[in-house]
């Protein structure tokens, strides 16, 4: 079953303070999403990698086409709903962690992760626990779940960020450069977490710079050039070198 269909979705920046040129970050790209299936975004800095993610997630609204979500309540068009229907999705179904970390609130670790569990009905003290098991599986260290992440290093701060997208199971779960900052052993805890604490019920599209990553993590990749859609394949037959 297909969870997204994307339609001809482009997005153009117009630049005034160059001129009124205008910047292409995504040119006529189509493609569809099946339920459960991991999809790997790659590409060279600047292809439109995360302008796609911030389309889908309506962070960025698209000049044109359509990004449909095929979901339990039937289909949306991202692009027109309204943002009541938008906002509700993102509650419920639809989760997103952006490339650069978001400035975080002067909220412990652990309740930054357990919000979104206590939001879907969790109680405070479940919420919390579930947060600690993730954070544990991440290598956080113990003493770093109750301060304040505004102090944490880059890479403390992804694991954050990735335990809170993660918590709530959404269906669809758009990941951009989840593990960039992360050393090797730690994002290889974070593979093994997104794998089996995701599982088939989450769909994710997730941007990637390291190839080691999309090979064992993706079921197919999407690889983008200048703005385009250059091919999708199953991650078997893709053998391409992802430039940072
Ligand atoms: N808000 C914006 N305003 C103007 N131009 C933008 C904006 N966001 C993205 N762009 C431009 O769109 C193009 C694609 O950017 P995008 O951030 O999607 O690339 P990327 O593939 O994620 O790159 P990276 O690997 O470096 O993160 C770039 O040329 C970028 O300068
Ligand atoms: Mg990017």
Same mark, same amino acid.
């Given at each position: 079953m297909t969870v997204l269909t994307i339609e001809n979705l482009?997005? +153009?920046f117009d630049m005034h303070i160059l001129g009124d040129t205008q910047v292409v970050g995504l040119d006529d790209v189509s493609f569809t999403v099946d339920d459960g299936e991991f =999809?790997? &975004?790659v590409g060279e800095s600047g292809s439109g990698k995360s302008s796609l993610l911030k389309? &889908?997630?309506r962070a960025y609204e698209p000049s044109a086409g359509r990004v449909v979500y095929h979901g339990a309540e039937g289909d949306v068009d991202l692009v027109s709903c309204d943002d009541r229907e938008m906002i509700q999705l993102r509650e419920s *179904? &639809?989760?997103y962690t952006s490339q650069f970390l978001d400035e975080i609130p002067r909220v412990p670790a652990v309740d930054v992760v357990a919000r979104p569990l206590r939001e879907g009905g969790l109680s405070t003290a479940d919420a919390r626990e579930r947060s600690q098991e993730l =954070?544990?599986?991440l290598k956080l260290p113990e003493e770093l779940w109750? *301060?304040?992440p505004a102090t944490f290093s880059g890479g403390e701060r992804q694991r954050v960020n990735l335990a809170q *997208? &993660? *918590?709530?199971?959404p269906d669809l779960l758009l990941l951009d450069e989840? +593990?960039?900052a992360l050393d090797p052993e730690t994002r290889q805890a974070a593979i093994d977490l997104l794998r089996e604490y995701l599982g088939d019920g989450t769909t994710v599209v997730g941007v990637f710079h390291n190839t080691d990553v999309v090979e064992v993590i993706a079921d197919r990749v999407a690889v983008l050039d200048e703005a385009r859609l250059q091919r999708i394949v199953p991650v078997e037959e893709y053998e391409g070198v992802v430039v940072a």
């Open positions: 482009r997005k +153009t =999809l790997a &975004i389309c &889908i997630y *179904a &639809i989760g =954070l544990s599986r109750e *301060a304040y *997208a &993660i *918590a709530p199971q989840p +593990t960039s």
